[in-house]
């Protein structure tokens, strides 16, 4: 079964995405862009407040966005939303001269950081591969771009589908996010990646509006169901 991972931006939102069944809540700040992250004394208060209603649920932070090669501007942050108190601490990475250093550095780096794979120019099988063998807590792939294309309008499904395949080889968790919609339902399930991301397709008017919970709980029925069981039509 592929669990939800629902991007929130507000302790508000958390708490709507937590009841309405979402396996893992993602904190991050849509206006300032595909990774923006919240400020880290708000990603503080908002685990302090969720673990107080949601003990076991397992919370993630972006650090915003920052180029591959920005080592010591990305350990800084790593660092910071990890005291913060999240579960998991989500790093864009870029592929390019700098990516291989950039997973090397995150690898070293205290807490459980989970590199997120930037895949607008088609996903790179060998970087993957190497990130795969770094020891990560969890790998994902997604878009930097947010202007109404999506992962699979970018990736190779079947490179992804290896992709993914190599990383659950390697223990880690593996998740896949980028506008991702309905009429990518059974492209997630076929892929069966641990977590799927989502952030647009829970807001009714695109990925800056508001969360909608009854969207939350949509794509938590649809993920969690068999594949019969299920009628696209009539979720949208």
Same mark, same amino acid.
């Given at each position: ?23 893992? +809540?993602?904190?991050? %700040? &849509?206006?300032? =862009? ?28 972006? +650090? ?14 790593? +660092? ?12 864009? @990475? ?20 989970? &590199? ?21 807590? =969890? ?22 589908? %290896? ?12 998740? @896949? ?10 492209? +997630? ?15 009714? =008017? ?20 068999? &594949? %019969? ?6 979720? =949208?």
């Amino acid at each position: 079964m592929t669990a939800m991972l629902a991007s929130v931006r507000s302790s508000g939102e958390a708490f709507d995405a937590a009841q309405a069944g979402a396996e893992l +809540i993602d904190l991050k %700040e &849509p206006d300032h =862009g595909a990774l923006g992250g919240v400020r880290v004394d708000e990603i503080a208060r908002i685990v302090l407040a969720l673990r107080a209603r949601f003990p076991v649920k397992p919370i993630s932070a972006t +650090i915003g966005d920052v180029a591959s090669d920005a080592l010591d501007e990305i350990a800084a942050r790593v +660092i910071s939303v990890g005291d913060a108190g999240v579960d998991y601490i989500k790093v864009g @990475v870029t592929p390019g001269p700098a990516a291989r250093r950039c997973l090397v550095h995150l690898a070293s780096l205290p807490g459980a950081v989970v &590199p997120v794979l930037l895949c607008d120019d088609g996903l790179d099988p060998s970087l993957a591969a190497y990130a795969a063998g770094l020891g990560f807590a =969890g790998i994902m792939f997604d878009t930097a771009t947010k202007d109404g294309g999506t992962l699979f309008d970018c990736v190779d499904v079947g490179t992804l589908s %290896e992709s993914l395949a190599q990383i659950r080889a390697s223990g880690a968790m593996s998740g @896949v996010a980028g506008s991702l919609g309905w009429q990518h339902l059974d492209q +997630i399930r076929s892929l069966s990646p641990d977590f799927a991301g989502f952030r647009t397709a829970l807001c009714a =008017g695109g990925r800056t509006a508001q969360l909608d919970p009854e969207r939350v709980a949509r794509w938590v029925e649809a993920l969690h169901r068999a &594949p %019969e069981e299920t009628s696209v039509a009539g979720l =949208g």
